[in-house]
């Protein structure tokens, strides 16, 4: 019902900021919360930010918390992810993701309650 793509991932020094997009098309119209997680090599994929269909709720990973603030623009259609402070252990495809939902102010923080997902975009930061 939603397609999903992400932008904006790169090579960052340590320290330095980048921001991630994830554009949404199709079914628009209907509600959805949204999240991003990323897997690093060899590591299992994790949460990092989660963000209800209102926009007034957010959750975070404690790793991130602090640094990383997720946002979206309903007009665009489109999730963002701005990440300060990076460090190498930020390093991972990062992965936005969408769940249809009733409820405005839900957000979801487990990988297996989303049912659409973007390609990914490389993050890595040089230390």
């Known amino acids: 019902q939603v397609q999903l793509v992400e932008s904006g991932g790169g090579l960052v020094q340590a320290g330095g900021s980048l921001r991630l997009s994830c554009a949404a098309s199709?079914?628009?119209?209907?509600?959805?919360?949204m999240g991003w997680f990323r897997q690093a090599p060899g590591k299992e994929r994790e949460f990092v930010a989660a963000?209800?269909?209102?926009?007034?709720?957010?959750y975070y990973a404690d790793s991130v918390e602090g640094r990383f603030t997720i946002s979206r623009d309903s007009t665009l259609n489109t999730m963002y992810l701005q990440m300060n402070s990076l460090k190498p252990e930020d390093t991972a495809v990062y992965y936005c993701?969408?769940?249809?939902?009733?409820?405005?102010?839900?957000?979801?923080?487990?990988?297996?309650?989303?049912?659409?997902w973007g390609q990914g975009t490389q993050v890595t930061v040089s230390s």
């Open positions: 963000i209800s269909d209102s926009g007034r709720r957010t």
């Open positions: 993701a969408a769940k249809r939902t009733y409820y405005s102010e839900n957000y979801h923080t487990e990988g297996y309650e989303y049912a659409y």
């Open positions: 199709g079914r628009t119209d209907l509600m959805y919360a």
